[in-house]
């Protein structure tokens, strides 16, 4: 369906590959436009979890003030109906302040996977896969990994 000039997706493939458009452009409103207001979104990689499309869309903020030059690359998509699981390798560079751990100026490059289910055309839930060690040690707050 069309409103004006922007296209809302409606199948589960299309919203996810907008949905991680949007991040990739750095549009954080954009970005949660895509979301169930009562989404759950967990970070395994911080163990964070957020709930409300309010706080994923600050929680994003915060990561494109700490990471700049962010991208995400989907490698794989898989879906079944409302659910899918989704590869993603994203870069970027370590350009803002983390607790206990100073901006280094380096670069990264964090290979992911998430999993979620749509409801009503929204993204419900998110469980995202990734690696802290890796990041921690490609920027240089502990020996790399490997």
Partial sequence: MSTGTQTMATDTRSVVLE???????HDPDA?????????VFTNTGTGER?????????DLIGLLERWTDLRIEVVNLL??????????????VHTG?????????????????????LRDGKIFEVTEYW????????VGAIPPLG
Avoid: H
């Fill in 31 to 39: 970005f949660t436009t895509f979301m169930d207001e009562n989404c």
């Fill in 79 to 92: 879906v079944a109906g409302d659910s899918y699981a989704k590869e993603w390798v994203m870069t970027g």
């Fill in 19 to 25: 949905w991680t458009r949007a991040m990739d452009r």
């Fill in 131 to 138: 690696n802290l060690a890796d990041f921690l040690g490609q």
């Fill in 50 to 58: 957020l709930v409300g499309r309010e706080a994923v869309r600050q």
């Fill in 97 to 117: 302040d983390l607790p206990g751990l100073p901006a280094t100026g380096r670069p990264f490059r964090i290979l992911g996977a998430g999993v979620g289910r």
